[in-house]
């Protein structure tokens, strides 16, 4: 049995990584403007169902395998972790 779509999506992405890196400076430049910022919501923690494209995008942080539902963190899971861990209050 080979990997599925799931499996392989488990490999770092960069540019869902650079996505998040954007998102994360307008939070920091946001707590160093004096909003009281409690929290940071990433889209969507699993690859779900796109009505227009089905299940083929890939950009929770946990993926999802299809056959099994058996959820895998991917490295950008780890990444927003540390980030997480590194600024909490």
């Known amino acids: ?5 799931s499996a ?7 540019r869902s990584l650079e996505v998040d890196r954007g998102g994360l400076e307008g939070v920091l430049s946001a707590i160093g403007d004096g909003v009281p910022v ?6 969507s ?3 779900n ?14 993926a999802v395998d299809r056959a099994t539902f058996k959820r895998t963190p991917k490295p950008s899971a780890y990444h927003l972790g540390s980030i997480a861990r590194a600024h909490r209050a």
Request: proline share 9%.
């Open 45 to 47: 923690l699993l690859d």
């Open 8 to 14: 392989r999506a488990v490999c770092l992405r960069p």
């Open 38 to 43: 409690l929290g940071y919501l990433h889209w």
């Open 49 to 62: 169902f796109e009505w227009t494209s089905g299940y083929a995008p890939t950009f929770g942080p946990v």
């Open 1 to 5: 049995m080979g990997l599925g779509r």
